[in-house]
């Protein structure tokens, strides 16, 4: 019989408890542990909590070493990190697991194409990982694809690159409550302008790590990155999503864009737009160069639904890949998983 992959998951707040969904539901995955500090959870079944009916039973506990510890005859195929944004905040979790000897998958946005911002973090991870033999890779639709990985792949065909413009225009009001207040939704325009400058809200997290990554795998050398202060998209009339009611004259979302140039030249343009009732919605991808390519998702592709997915395609590929601390552009080409299941001893 195939066995499948065994996954310890760390982080179980809203999406992280779709994932667990949608892991015990995949054949071919295990959960086999959730780790997460708050304390009322401590103990919980995953799957009463969920509501599932199966034959499983998976508690979740604070204490990520104890939890290693239970498993150390028969460790994690790999480790989902969805905790923070924050590379630092997440990077302890991660050297615990490679230590263990488990390879990590997160959804750290900074962790998508850290070099930049951290340096010394980032070589440390790397060299940490080679000595374990496991490997850190960062991912996630955005960043990790649709904004960095696509358009990378969107060039294959293509025999000279001008420029690279990629735009994501979301309707917000299906995403989570947490992703809605991320962006401002329901807000006065001076609270969300106070709250983009003093960082309580962040609006979208990975426009400058996916330049970087577009900018590097096609060795641009860009020499200059900017992220643009977000700004608030205004409420026309009222709407309402399932988060909150926008009047009018409040904050519907946001739009941001980032650049990189080179020479004052700018090759990459990125736009996320993200804002309640947002229309049309789609996923576009510009390059131009020779030839020309125009690729544009109507509808655009649901941002948590696609996160899941991401994470549960990559767990079987992670063990294939080099150890080491990797980018979405230095695996092979990432596709479905659902049928592949763990390789006999």
């Known amino acids: 019989m195939p066995e499948p992959f065994r996954v310890l998951q760390i982080g179980f707040g809203t999406l992280g408890q779709n994932i667990a969904k949608a892991i015990i539901k995949r054949k071919n995955l295990q959960l086999i542990g959730v780790v997460d500090i708050n304390p009322e959870l401590q103990n919980l079944l995953v799957e009463d ?8 039973q ?31 905040k997440c990077a302890p979790t991660i050297t615990t697991c490679l230590a263990a000897g488990i390879d990590v998958l997160s959804l750290c946005e900074e962790l998508s194409y850290p070099y930049i911002r951290h340096p010394e973090l980032s ?23 649709l904004m960095d990985l696509l358009p990378i792949f969107l060039t294959a065909p293509v025999q000279r690159v001008d420029r690279i413009q990629v735009t994501r225009n979301m309707n917000s009001s299906s995403r989570r409550a947490a992703f809605q207040k991320k962006i401002g939704t329901g807000m006065t325009v001076d609270d969300f302008k106070a709250a983009i400058a003093s960082g309580t809200i962040t609006g979208h997290v990975g426009l400058v790590e996916s330049i970087h990554m577009i900018g590097d795998a096609l060795d641009l050398k860009l020499d200059h990155v900017e992220e ?43 736009d996320f737009n993200a804002y309640a009732d947002a229309s049309p919605a789609y996923d576009e991808v510009r390059i131009d160069g020779y030839p020309d390519i125009h690729q544009r998702i109507e509808g655009g592709v649901h941002g948590d ?30 596709h479905n998983t659902e049928r592949i299941w763990k390789p006999s001893a």
Do not use: W
């Not at 909590?49 to 499983?56: A, F, G, Q, R």
């Not at 990982?129 to 960062?138: A, N, R």
């Open 58 to 88: 998976t508690p979740i506990r604070d204490n990520l070493e104890a939890v290693l510890d239970h498993f150390k005859n028969q460790p994690p195929d790999v480790a989902l990190v969805a905790t923070s944004s924050s590379l630092e």
């Open 228 to 270: 643009l202060p977000p700004q608030p998209v205004i409420a026309t009339q009222e709407i309402v999503t399932p988060f909150t009611t926008v009047r009018k004259g409040m904050v519907r979302g946001l739009k941001s864009r980032a650049i990189g140039q080179k020479a004052g030249e700018t090759l990459i343009t990125l």
């Open 305 to 334: 639904y696609a996160t899941i997915g991401m994470l549960l395609n990559l767990i079987p590929l992670i063990s294939e890949i080099k150890p080491g601390l990797l980018t979405m552009k230095d695996i092979p080409c990432p």
């Open 49 to 56: 909590l969920l509501k599932l009916k199966v034959d499983t």
């Open 123 to 145: 070589k440390e991870l790397h060299e940490y990982g080679v000595k374990t033999s496991k490997t850190i890779l960062g991912t996630g639709i955005n960043p990790g694809y």
